[in-house]
């Protein structure tokens, strides 16, 4: 079940493994804006898109069905498993929230997110599915031809600037800093899926000042970690993949306190809670340069000093064998040697359940039009005195 280009990038490896496998695209206002007929009709996994209305009863042609979050109308789907695939690390409150309940089988990345959720339903850490196969220490070794691979000027360093998104996301504030650092810096910018969900302006804005290295959410991270010498951030899940890269990590994290909240977060986040092992934090963008530089400069020992939490978060699965002990686990799952939810889990799922029905009937009573006499008398005005 996919709904934008970094969700069909997330899963790819994955889908490889199963010679029946679809992708069951759901439609939206803005998903000709992302994908065209030719994408679709080009991909070698079938391609089928599936309007809100539809997706229970398509789910239920299947053995199991793969998701990465909420996707519309999950709460119908009924007589397969649901398999949830972990895409991230930060913002826990959303990444281990009560969602997980809704899933049969919860496949993470290690060991401190099985942890998590395993009290909503069974969880077990398998590694990144979409990393599979990927030896990033490999990779870049050959740092110098990556850049050039990618139209960068090698040789300058490459700064991979991945920030997340809305309120909590740092790109308004860094862009035109960034700007200023491209005498010295190849700036890079690899803009997160949910930023693009209103339109692509951030692009003319990022050209607008001179950057000209732009990527979008589904293109692929991992060809851009393998030519970055530093990667800057903030709150965003992309922490964690440089961090696995071993690459040096600069995190621009202000007002942390005033963004309780938003998006979920809390100071409690990993992404918070340990930032000074994941790297150099900045608070103030005339900072950002001077931060940028020790960062190169300490690039060792950063790395070093992020590989204990890197242990933590990631299962030391080879990375040829992740999808394959992913694919076991589903296995297991459909041949019952998994044990299923507890009584309390399918408590919660119940509840979970009622919740998103109920949120999607209040939605839709909103938007129900009114008919036309109720509308007229809503609009009517008593006349004034004279």
Not at 9 to 33: C, G, K, N, Q
Not at 186 to 197: D, G, L, Q, R
Not at 277 to 294: C, F, H, M, P, Q
Not at 338 to 345: A, M, Y
Request: with cysteine; aromatic share 10%.
């Amino acid at each position: 079940m996919v709904k934008n280009s970094f969700q069909l990038a997330h899963f790819w490896e994955l889908m490889f493994s199963y010679t029946r496998a679809e992708i069951l695209l759901v439609d939206r206002p803005t998903l000709w804006d992302e994908f065209s007929r030719t994408d679709l009709e080009s991909c070698p996994i079938r391609v089928s898109v599936v309007s809100r209305a539809s997706i229970a009863a398509r789910a239920s042609e299947f053995d199991a069905l793969f998701f990465q979050t909420v996707f519309p109308g999950i709460e119908e789907v009924e007589g397969v498993p649901l398999v949830s695939v972990q895409y991230g690390l930060a913002k826990e409150r959303h990444n281990y929230g009560e969602w997980r309940s809704l899933a049969d089988l919860n496949l993470m990345y290690g060991d401190y997110s099985a942890s998590k959720v395993s009290h909503f339903s069974p969880s077990y850490p398998v590694g990144n599915v979409k990393f599979s196969g990927w030896s990033p220490r490999v990779k870049r070794q050959a740092l110098r031809q990556n850049k050039i691979d990618l139209g960068f000027d090698p040789s300058l360093p490459v700064v991979l600037y991945m920030p997340t998104y809305g309120e909590l996301g740092t790109f308004s504030e860094l862009l035109e800093p960034l700007s200023t650092l491209r005498r010295d810096f190849n700036v890079v910018i690899k803009m997160h899926h949910n930023n693009e969900i209103s339109g692509r302006h951030w692009r003319r804005e990022a050209a607008s000042l001179g950057i000209s290295h732009l990527f979008g959410g589904g293109d692929d991270q991992r060809k851009l970690l393998e030519a970055a010498d530093v990667v800057l951030s903030d709150y965003s899940g992309a922490i964690f993949d440089a961090v696995y890269a071993e690459v040096p990590v600069v995190l621009y994290q202000p007002w942390a306190h005033n963004k309780i909240g938003v998006q979920k977060f809390d100071l409690s986040s990993i992404e918070f809670r340990r930032r000074d092992e994941l790297g150099l934090v900045v608070s103030e963008a005339r900072d950002l340069a001077r931060a940028l530089k020790e960062a190169l400069a300490t690039a060792d020992e950063l790395v070093g000093k992020a590989k204990g939490i890197r242990r933590d978060v990631f299962c030391d699965t080879a990375p040829d064998l992740i999808v394959p002990t992913a694919c076991q686990r589903v296995d297991e799952l459909l041949t019952g040697r998994l044990p299923g939810q507890t009584t309390e889990q399918r408590y919660v799922r119940e509840s979970v359940r009622a919740l998103l029905s109920a949120r999607r009937a209040l939605n839709r009573s909103k938007s129900k039009p009114r008919p036309f006499l109720q509308r007229l008398l809503s609009n009517w005005r008593s006349p004034k005195p004279d």
